[in-house]
């Protein structure tokens, strides 16, 4: 099957966004098109109305409460998880008899776009299905269990668009026990807080397209759709809120898909994209992996942060079949496709792998720290899921006739993030006593 079909024709929708990447067509169209498909939704989503130096151990142990896990809560179901007995990764789709765990009347802050439902979907069974990894069990997320064990504390959603898929259907997950209070809306609804009083619970998402600090490059006065990444420079949008969050979830892509300068300390150590005689384009996977270790790097070095685990989610895949987001390209299945029917050479693939060994790093650094690092490494599973995004169906006026296979719906396979997510952090603050 085509994930990334070659495109590189502008379209009107192009400006609609406002959005000028890439216009150079020097690209090879398999990038071109790759770069269109996974960033595409993202702009768009966001002008619309309804968005889509290590520290010594002395020092440390006196500054960091121990972590205590909530009294008296168990976690039945979670033993194979804690002991490490299985890749939750590796595993299968099943049917789930039980089906969704809520519908968009039991959960009212679903986003418009990603209510499929409501926007015509008619097919009613790709939210029925639960993840089952080859050698234990993963039990479902509960969220009596889930905000038993987050009571009292700070969680944080770092990152982009699909993140904010991911934290909105958390929300739904914890509406079926506690009714969140909305606390903080900014202009553009990037970044949110909720509170949920019963069990004095924050959530937080705080947008960044790239989790180090970047600057969009100005062409004659207008912004140019180019940025400049500061490798060495963390984006303060989320490192000034750091220090006040206990758990971090840390997911980020799509934006690495544009024309792309990498910098350090010392200036401009390669590009994405750029066609720059004297650059060297090292490619996404090289951007990505750099700035999830200055994000990790940073974590590890903060030393007035209390964060005990940072959970880093793995590349979420994107479905557009039979054309390119602008050229028909569209993902109207039923069903998961089998093992056998997904790329395990693509760049997805390649990007996940990125990922784990950085988060491997972290880890080893951070084990010396008392700051542990889990990973929600949801690749493998969501590329079965080609029928779970909302292709036409996420209700849009301006772009109609584009479908939206990098978001996902809700209810829907996203919700299955949770269930890792869950399981990640009783796995990673099971070692942090
Ligand atoms: C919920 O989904 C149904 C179809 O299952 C749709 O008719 C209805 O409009 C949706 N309701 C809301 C509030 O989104
Ligand atoms: C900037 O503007 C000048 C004069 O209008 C034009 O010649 C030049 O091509 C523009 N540069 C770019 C990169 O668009
Ligand atoms: C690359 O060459 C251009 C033109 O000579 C120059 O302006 C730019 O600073 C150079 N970039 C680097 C990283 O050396
Ligand atoms: C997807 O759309 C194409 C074109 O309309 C159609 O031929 C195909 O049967 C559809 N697939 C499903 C599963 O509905």
């Given amino acids: 099957m085509k994930y990334y079909p070659s495109s590189s024709s502008s379209s009107s929708f192009y400006y609609l966004v406002r959005e000028r990447c890439l216009s150079k067509g020097r690209l090879s169209p398999f990038f071109m098109s790759f770069v269109l498909v996974t960033v595409i939704f993202l702009p768009f989503v966001f002008y619309s109305i309804n968005p889509l130096n290590p520290i010594s151990k002395h020092a440390l142990d006196q500054r960091l409460p121990l972590f205590k896990p909530p009294p008296r809560i168990r976690f039945p179901g979670y033993d194979d998880v804690i002991l490490n007995k299985c890749d939750l990764s590796k595993g299968h789709w099943v049917p789930d008899l039980h089906g969704s765990r809520y519908t968009n009347s039991s959960c009212t802050t679903i986003p418009d776009s990603k209510n499929c439902f409501r926007h015509g979907r008619g097919d009613r069974d790709f939210p029925n299905w639960r993840w089952k990894p080859e050698k234990c069990a993963l039990p479902r997320f509960d969220p009596n269990t889930f905000l038993e064990f987050v009571k009292g504390k700070k969680l944080g959603f770092i990152g982009d668009s699909v993140a904010r898929n991911h934290m909105e259907s958390l929300l739904c997950l914890l509406s079926k026990v506690e009714t969140p209070i909305d606390r903080y809306k900014d202009s553009e609804d990037r970044n949110r807080i909720w509170y949920f009083p019963n069990h004095d619970f924050t959530l937080i998402i705080i947008w960044t397209k790239f989790l180090v600090h970047d600057e969009e490059r100005m062409i004659n006065g207008s912004l140019s759709g180019t940025f400049n990444l500061y490798l060495d420079k963390i984006d303060e949008a989320w490192s000034k809120e750091l220090p006040t969050l206990d758990y971090v979830i840390i997911s980020d892509a799509h934006w690495f898909f544009r024309q792309v300068y ?112 889990g990973v929600l490494d949801v690749t493998r599973a969501m590329m079965m899921r080609s029928d779970g995004h909302p292709g036409e169906f996420w209700g849009n006026k301006w772009m109609k006739g584009y479908n939206d296979c990098v978001h996902w719906c809700m209810p829907g396979p996203i919700d299955v993030w949770n269930d890792f997510l869950m399981a990640a952090l009783i796995k990673e603050a099971s070692f942090v006593s």
Wanted: with cysteine; charged share 25%; proline share 4%.
């Fill in 262 to 373: 990498l910098h350090d300390r010392s200036g401009v150590i390669g590009c994405v994209y750029c066609n720059a005689p004297n650059v060297t384009d090292y490619g996404v996977g090289f951007a990505l992996k750099l700035a999830l270790r200055s994000a990790l790097k940073h974590i590890n070095s903060c030393k007035n942060c209390k964060v005990r685990v940072t959970v880093v989610r793995t590349f979420s895949p994107a479905h557009f079949e039979d054309g390119g987001w602008n050229t028909g390209g569209r993902c109207n299945r039923t069903s998961p496709l089998s093992e056998s029917q997904i790329n395990m050479r693509g760049p997805e693939w390649q990007l996940r792998s990125l990922q784990l060994e950085e988060i491997e790093k972290a880890r080893k650094e951070g084990g010396k720290l008392g700051k542990r690092f």
